[in-house]
């Protein structure tokens, strides 16, 4: 049965976030003016990848259950670490606990446990900034994506199988990106094919859609070319995106989000680095 | 006075070292000479099963176990309240690590937590001693199973297989959740047992394969009592078997725990 191979540190897997930084990930979020695409973005993907360093952390120190790395696409095309990891594109998840660029802090409200509240101050560690400049190179960024994601499954040719995340928001100016999207979910280990979600977010406050089952009612040939190329869930996504999110899935349902909010984002990644199996 | 041969099995997780072993058991009192039976008016037995996801999750299985067996709780009130102050312990422990990273920072922020099972077992009050009389508290799905002449009695919390799950109750370190814990602790048992008895505590795993077996019709207790009583190498005769389940496919890798207690009774 494909995507049950256990997830250990002697077979980890891999998760790479591709992130558009074009110029148009410069306006807000539709709905939520004031803050860019480009910082919602950076903010949820550290957030996501502090969330993927705890899930590994033990009292010993970090286990490397996850290979990870950020590609991200715009005025260039190459690894989006800032700091000690820049230049990398996958790493194990103990050099990603170990290398922030910095720890901001932030005090935080909690309960005390006797009906109030208390500050706590909680270090929230950063991996990458905001970047939002130029065009939008997808064909490129997605042969870069395939190059990675190749070697690695050639390393590992029975372990869970990478997903990557694709974070955009709006059509490739390099071509049509469909052969080199298709070029990386055609990739597989012994355990199934790559897996990949698309979530394309928006500055216009329209209707989200999540985890679609058909093409029918997407708006535009974009849309329906990110649900082309997008994987189907995995049974266990599945079960988050129903369970933990009370979302409508179901065995055809795409890996695949449409003007997206920020909120929506998260959700996404969340369901997407939650593949089950963990040891 | 209440006579008890133990066995006992632990194996961690395959792929993890032994060490990484986060399951915990402990008895009273001590057998002396070591490897007799044990031997008092009140026999204690106790388990924990340390939370993979948590920090520092083996030490705290550890404190409750020992905790238990030093002042048994027989109602929410008390474990509560022993809870509560057991938390203090660990939070101290933790502190004395020094100063941690971001990441354990914060996995000691979260807490740990750890599914807990403790089984007193006392001599009869009355006329002539042919047994006695037992309670057991639980949280989550470390399991007791009662048994008499390889034939279940009782199990304890969980009473089927379809009841594991990858979300048992547990007991936490953080004083905000230990208020809740009351909630979830209705879970408490008590019965007589006789001479000959068997009491296996076992964690989350093998009580599953357990109930499984139990379930198409097979004999795990008697599987159990067997190896764990093998005249030669018990020790080794189970994790034999946990190796052979593991190999099948029969079992969850997981870590392992069993505790077998064989009862006689004057």
């Keep these: 049965m494909a995507y049950s191979a256990e997830i250990s540190r002697t077979s980890p897997t891999c998760f790479l976030f591709v992130i558009d930084q074009s110029g148009s990930m410069a306006d807000p979020f539709g709905g939520e003016p004031g803050v860019t695409k480009a910082r919602r973005l950076a903010d949820a993907t550290n957030r996501l990848l502090q969330e993927l360093v705890l899930r590994c952390a033990k009292?010993?120190?970090?286990?490397?259950?996850?290979?990870?790395?950020?590609i991200g696409y715009g005025a260039t095309v190459g690894p989006a670490f800032v700091g000690p990891l820049a230049g990398k594109e996958l790493v194990p998840i103990s050099q990603?606990?170990?290398?922030?660029?910095?720890?901001?802090?932030?005090?935080?409200?909690?309960d005390d446990g006797a009906g109030g509240l208390?500050?706590?101050?909680?270090?929230?560690?950063?991996?990458?900034?905001?970047?939002?400049?130029?065009?939008?190179?997808?064909?490129?960024?997605?042969?870069?994506?395939?190059?990675?994601?190749?070697?690695?499954?050639?390393?590992?040719?029975?372990?869970?199988?990478?997903?990557?995340?694709?974070?955009?928001?709006?059509?490739a100016t390099d071509g049509d990106p469909t052969s080199e999207l298709r070029g990386v979910t055609d990739l597989s280990s012994s355990d199934g094919n790559v897996i990949l979600f698309n979530i394309n977010v928006s500055s216009r406050a329209a209707k989200p859609i999540s985890f679609p089952s058909t093409s029918d009612g997407l708006p535009d040939q974009y849309a329906t070319m990110l649900f082309d190329t997008a994987s189907l869930l995995t049974p266990a996504m599945r079960?988050?995106?129903?369970?933990?999110?009370?979302?409508?899935?179901?065995?055809?349902?795409?890996?695949?989000?449409?003007?997206?909010?920020?909120?929506?984002?998260?959700?996404?990644?969340?369901?997407?680095?939650?593949?089950?199996?963990?040891? | 006075m209440v006579r008890c041969a133990l066995s006992r099995c632990q194996s961690a997780k395959r792929g993890n070292a032994a060490e990484e072993l986060e399951d915990a058991i402990h008895f009273d009192p001590k057998p002396d000479p070591p490897g007799s039976p044990l031997e008092g008016p009140v026999v204690l037995l106790?388990?924990?099963?340390?939370?993979?996801?948590?920090?520092?999750?083996?030490?705290?299985?550890?404190?409750?176990?020992?905790?238990?067996?030093?002042?048994?709780f027989h109602n929410a009130k008390t474990?509560?309240?022993?809870?509560?102050?057991?938390?203090?312990?660990?939070?101290?422990?933790?502190?004395?690590?020094?100063?941690?990273?971001?990441?354990?920072?914060?996995?000691?922020?979260?807490?740990?937590?750890?599914?807990?099972?403790?089984?007193?077992?006392?001599?009869?009050?009355?006329?002539?001693?042919?047994?006695?009389?037992?309670?057991?508290?639980?949280?989550?799905?470390s399991c007791l199973f009662h048994t008499r002449r390889h034939r279940l009695v009782e199990s304890f919390p969980l009473v089927t297989s379809s009841q594991f799950g990858n979300n048992p109750e547990l007991v936490p370190t953080d004083?905000?959740?230990?208020?809740?814990?009351?909630?979830?602790?209705?879970?408490?048992?008590?019965?007589?047992?006789?001479?000959?008895?068997?009491?296996?505590?076992?964690?989350?795993?093998?009580?599953?394969?357990?109930?499984?077996?139990?379930?198409?019709?097979?004999?795990?207790?008697?599987?159990?009592?067997?190896?764990?009583?093998?005249?030669?190498?018990s020790e080794g005769s189970l994790t034999r078997l946990f190796e052979s389940l593991l190999d099948s496919g029969a079992i969850k890798n997981d870590d392992l725990s069993v505790v077998i207690a064989r009862l006689s009774a004057g």
């Design chain 1, 96 to 110: 990603v606990a170990d290398n922030p660029v910095r720890l901001d802090e932030k005090v935080k409200k909690v």
């Design chain 1, 239 to 279: 079960t988050i995106a129903a369970k933990e999110y009370q979302l409508e899935v179901g065995d055809n349902s795409r890996a695949m989000v449409f003007n997206a909010d920020s909120g929506l984002v998260i959700m996404a990644l969340d369901i997407g680095t939650r593949p089950g199996n963990l040891r």
């Design chain 2, 79 to 141: 474990l509560c309240d022993h809870v509560v102050a057991l938390s203090e312990r660990w939070r101290a422990v933790v502190a004395r690590k020094g100063p941690l990273p971001w990441y354990a920072e914060e996995k000691v922020r979260s807490g740990a937590f750890a599914t807990f099972l403790g089984l007193e077992i006392r001599e009869s009050d009355e006329g002539p001693v042919v047994g006695g009389a037992w309670n057991a508290v639980a949280v989550g799905d």
């Design chain 2, 46 to 72: 106790a388990i924990a099963d340390g939370a993979t996801e948590s920090s520092y999750s083996r030490d705290w299985a550890t404190m409750l176990v020992r905790d238990y067996c030093n002042h048994p």
């Design chain 1, 59 to 70: 009292e010993e120190g970090v286990r490397d259950y996850f290979h990870v790395g950020v």
């Design chain 1, 118 to 171: 208390v500050d706590q101050t909680i270090r929230l560690p950063i991996w990458l900034d905001p970047v939002a400049n130029d065009g939008t190179p997808m064909c490129t960024a997605f042969r870069m994506v395939r190059t990675i994601i190749s070697g690695w499954v050639s390393q590992h040719p029975d372990g869970f199988p990478p997903v990557v995340l694709h974070v955009t928001d709006g059509e």
């Design chain 2, 175 to 233: 004083p905000r959740a230990i208020a809740r814990l009351a909630e979830h602790v209705q879970k408490m048992k008590n019965g007589q047992w006789m001479n000959g008895d068997v009491f296996i505590l076992a964690s989350d795993a093998l009580a599953a394969w357990c109930l499984r077996e139990h379930e198409r019709g097979g004999e795990p207790w008697r599987v159990l009592v067997e190896l764990g009583f093998s005249p030669e190498d």
